[in-house]
């Protein structure tokens, strides 16, 4: 954190180094340079751009960089478009596809453009077509590590039986094992089946990872529960004694190495329960990824309160507010002020109350610092939203507020915008002539002094 730190202020002093020669240039009026302002009018100022690449533009310590930089919000690119680059790439190289096929692979490399162009130099090495079954097989378009963890779910999610035997046979020579018999009851089948996915989980050592892709995909199941109680013991039962010896693990690992082994069972009873004979389909099973999108979304989150926070003009304010209550006790009311009712685009033409409301949203939103950017949305379209984006902290992504938020239509939030500029370009002004102003208050005050002491 502190290297990144640094490195963030090492840029800052680098894109403002005209600014700091002016200051000093300003400084040094009627006056004599001294070594060290010399040394900062010596700084060149920056001539070419700097881009900088980051996937949280409002992590703390990107704040300084962000205030001076212009942000430009890129998209990921969707699965039917990236499907269209891979034709053309497709049809340079001379490999073979179909169009299902391509989205497909973008879709289970989840956008990744790298790992589709290394599945496809696989294909054409080997001088086969992209279709549906080289989509399916093991060896392309997935991950290794999620191919793996693939292979584990589809042995926790499937049913063995009669037509198991001979499987189940080579994973116990596979295991050290003897095979007693030609021919093996059901009972014996389960009981090796279930010893082959401990054994099997214990070699991994992804339980978390497991527990995730079990936990976001057993209800997508279709095992037979009609009274559902062999789910509530599930998660009543091994869920939760998943988390309590996991929970012991991580806060003491030295002392409950005796607990780790424990870890394995959970997964069996998620077998026991919610396995069927049909077993793991790729199309309804997903990677887990909830935990990790929670987890993003969070440290956005508080990015975006943290960079309120700093934005706000009173000193009392900001001292006072922390990220938990204003996530709990002020961004609620304070988007609902910001959310007056206006129709009028134009500011002429603003009468009476809705001048009287536009007057008070202005203010509000310059006490803050907020402010309407214009950005390009999924469809290439121009829209305005709010810096920084606070209305993404209220309700949920998949449904729209009961009350709307911001004004919503386009022309208003242009018109606030304008009005917005108009009023910082004015704070600006104001603060260069007081600063002019103190610093003329400063040199006849030396002037005086000067001429007292001559006297």
């Not at 497709?90 to 290394?118: P, T």
């Not at 978390?208 to 936990?215: H, K, W």
């Not at 009287?356 to 214009?374: A, G, I, N």
Request: with cysteine.
């Amino acid at each position: 954190q502190s290297a990144q730190g640094d490195f963030v202020t090492m840029l800052v002093k680098l894109a403002t180094a005209e600014d700091q020669t002016k200051a000093a240039a300003a400084q040094d009026k009627g006056g004599k340079k001294t070594a060290s302002r010399k040394r900062r009018s010596d700084q060149r100022p920056l001539l070419r751009p700097i881009i900088c690449i980051c996937n949280n533009v409002y992590a703390p310590v990107l704040r300084p960089l962000r205030q001076i930089a212009q942000c430009y919000h890129v998209n990921a690119p969707t699965s039917a478009r990236l499907g269209k680059r891979l034709e053309e790439i497709c049809d340079i190289e001379g490999v073979g596809y179909d169009a299902w096929s391509l989205v497909e692979l973008a879709k289970q490399n989840e956008g990744d453009i790298r790992s589709c162009l290394n599945s496809l130099q696989m294909i054409s090495t080997r001088g086969h077509k992209l279709d549906s079954s080289s989509l399916k097989s093991s060896s392309i378009g997935a991950k290794d590590v999620q191919r793996s963890l693939f292979t584990i779910w589809a042995m926790v999610f499937t049913r063995p039986d009669a037509s198991s035997l001979a499987f189940s046979k080579s994973s116990r020579s596979a295991l050290g094992k003897r095979s007693t018999s030609g021919r093996v009851g059901q009972a014996v089948i389960e009981r090796e089946y279930a010893s082959m996915i401990v054994d099997t989980v214990r070699s991994s050592g992804e339980h978390e990872r497991l527990m995730q892709g079990c936990f976001e995909n057993y209800l997508r199941m279709e095992f037979r529960d009609l009274t559902h109680t062999r789910v509530a013991n599930l998660c009543s039962d091994w869920f939760e004694f998943y988390d309590c010896v996991d929970t012991a693990c991580r806060k003491n690992p030295s002392a409950s190495e005796g607990l780790y082994g424990y870890l394995d069972y959970p997964l069996l009873a998620i077998h026991r329960t919610c396995s069927t004979p049909l077993g793991l389909s790729r199309g309804d099973f997903e990677y887990p990824h909830s935990e990790f999108e929670a987890y993003q979304g969070k440290q956005v989150a508080l990015g975006i309160i943290q960079t309120l926070i700093a934005c706000a003009s009173s000193v009392r304010t900001r001292s006072s507010l922390n990220a938990v209550n204003v996530a709990t006790g002020l961004l609620d009311y304070l988007l609902h002020i910001l959310s007056p009712h206006l129709v009028t685009s134009n500011r002429h033409l603003l009468k009476g109350e809705e001048r009287q409301r536009m007057t008070r949203l202005l203010e509000v939103m310059s006490s803050w610092q907020l402010s309407f950017v214009q950005n390009k949305d999924t469809n290439g379209q121009f829209v305005y939203r709010l810096e920084p984006p606070i209305d993404r902290l209220f309700g949920f992504t998949n449904q729209r507020p009961v009350y709307p938020i911001l004004p919503m239509r386009y022309p208003v939030r242009q018109l606030v915008s304008q009005e917005l500029e108009r009023i910082r370009r004015f704070q600006q002004h104001r603060q260069e002539e007081l600063e002019e102003k103190k610093d003329g208050e400063q040199k006849d005050t030396q002037a005086e002094l000067k001429q007292a002491a001559k006297r």
